[in-house]
């Protein structure tokens, strides 16, 4: 039997934690703020969701809009904060001014994160470099995944870089999973699955009523059924 994709969810709260786990998701990225595409929940909030539900969680370790790290010491408290509360998967991206890795930050957020599971998320698609970026966190410590739509501006435009680094699977920089997502519709989906794409990430597709409703269980099963060929 070959293995099932991963979907990931979005998740802003519990209601939205128990409907994507209802609805089939294997993971959900907890964050706040989605006007500012995702900041770090609090610990509270991650010990709530922790409670209701047994799937794993991805936190998101995000102060501010946009990609820079900013109060790097205040990041450092909060992704300590966050172990201390249970957290043992994570989701943090940075970049320096010119586009690059900000290769310092993320080893030093990643220090505190005791060899803890993390995505480097879609800060990939707005680097200078993305193939050096790869290259540069390879062997970083916990590093296990990257979300990607190939393109800063979504799927749409980012497919044919993603079937590119789906087909370097493997390679130096390439070890780790592709998780797609940003812009995602169910059209993308078999193109990727029969490229070995095995990781799907949802956020707006999965609230019909946009992200001022929560999570609907049945759109979420829908995602499921798909990626599972039913």
Do not use: N
Request: proline share 3%; with cysteine.
């Amino acid at each position: 039997m070959s293995k099932r994709a991963v979907l990931e969810v979005i998740a802003l709260d519990v209601e939205d934690a128990v409907a994507a786990q209802a609805g089939g998701a294997d993971r959900l990225e907890l964050v706040t703020d989605m006007a500012a595409d995702g900041l770090t929940p609090s610990a509270a909030t991650f010990a709530g969701i922790r409670a209701a539900v047994d799937i794993s969680l991805r936190v998101m370790l995000r102060l501010a809009d946009g990609f820079a790290a900013g109060d790097v010491g205040r990041l450092v408290r909060v992704a300590r904060e966050l172990r201390d509360a249970g957290a043992e998967e994570f989701v943090l991206g940075f970049l320096d001014a010119d586009g690059g890795v900000d290769l310092g930050t993320v080893e030093r957020v990643v220090g505190e994160l005791d060899g803890c599971r993390w995505t480097f998320h879609r800060a990939i698609d707005h680097a200078a470099d993305r193939d050096a970026l790869r290259k540069q966190l390879d062997g970083v410590p916990g590093l296990d995944t990257f979300l990607t739509a190939g393109s800063a501006a979504g799927v749409d435009d980012g497919l044919r870089t993603l079937l590119a680094e789906a087909s370097r699977g493997g390679e130096p920089g390439y070890e780790q999973q592709l998780l797609v997502g940003g812009g995602l519709r169910l059209d993308h989906v078999p193109t990727l699955l029969a490229a070995g794409v095995d990781a799907f990430h949802i956020g707006g597709a999965a609230r019909p009523g946009g992200w001022a409703g929560p999570v609907s269980v049945e759109a979420v099963r829908q995602w499921r059924q798909v990626l599972d060929g039913r």
